[in-house]
């Protein structure tokens, strides 16, 4: 099975602006997710998928600058951003990912690629059905042919959220869900807000600059309950205000 990952990736952020390029430990915050999926060893292509807007000029300089591949699509239509990216690079799965979400483990990328390599039909398979794990580390890969498909029938928010319409319609799709302990759904690492901001650069600044394990930025963060305050109190959006 081949599989390419798709990492989504803009400048603009209502809420966050250039957050995706930002200095953290060395590298920019884009930069870590490349090497996050780099190091899983199990994706064969990578592609960053960011827009047309002159502002992700800067995107596409990263990029090059990394030496990993882009394509340029659409603001709000994430959807179809990722069928064009895939356009020209033949694949059986999609693996998705967020710029936002900088400390994602290899190993867990890897772990979902092949449970979902190992179970023959199924459309759609995620860590995320039931979250157990921070939110900033989550995994998800779904079927080339589904994805395709999906961007043809998706509508609003969804084709913001590009797999959204697959995982709120189950009885549509043969979907699974992957869950890890020790529980830790409470934890929050991906990058929204300045506060975000705050405990991520707090985390790389005393782990280093390198990809840790799940189980041991759950370790760190339970260790320092101070920390996890930092931005306890953001809310995720809700899918409808993409």
């Known amino acids: 099975m081949r599989i390419v990952g798709v990492i989504q990736a803009r400048m603009g952020s209502s809420r966050l602006p250039g957050k995706v390029l930002r200095d953290l430990g060395g590298r920019s915050v884009l930069g870590w997710v490349v090497r996050a999926v780099d190091r899983s060893d199990i994706v064969d292509d990578l ?4 827009t047309t807007e002159a502002a992700d000029d800067a995107i596409v300089a990263e990029c090059e600058r990394l030496g990993v591949a882009w394509h340029r699509g659409p603001v709000d239509d994430v959807l179809t951003r990722f069928v064009e ?7 059986e799965a999609v693996m998705r990912f967020t710029a936002d979400c900088p400390l994602l483990d290899p190993e867990m990328i890897r772990q979902v690629a092949l449970a979902y390599g190992a179970l023959p039909g199924l459309d759609y398979l995620t860590t995320s059905l039931v979250r157990t794990l921070p939110r900033g580390m989550d995994v998800e890969i779904v079927g080339r042919d589904v994805l395709e498909a999906v961007g043809k029938v998706a509508t609003g928010y969804h084709r913001t959220h590009v797999t959204s319409h697959i995982y709120t319609h189950p009885d549509d ?12 759904a409470d934890l929050r ?3 929204d807000t300045e506060d975000d901001w705050q405990l991520i650069a707090t985390m790389v600044a005393a782990m280093g600059d390198r990809c840790a394990r799940v189980r041991e930025l ?3 963060l339970r260790a320092r309950p101070e920390a996890c305050l930092i931005n306890a109190h953001v809310e995720q959006k809700a899918l409808r205000e993409a």
Not at 85 to 91: G, M, V
Not at 173 to 184: E, I, N, Q, V, W
Request: aromatic share 10%; with cysteine.
């Open 47 to 50: 592609v960053v998928a960011t």
């Open 85 to 91: 990216a895939l356009e020209s690079r033949p694949c």
């Open 173 to 184: 799709f043969h979907l699974l869900g992957l869950s890890y302990l020790p529980h830790a």
């Open 189 to 191: 690492v991906t990058l």
């Open 218 to 220: 759950v370790a760190w």
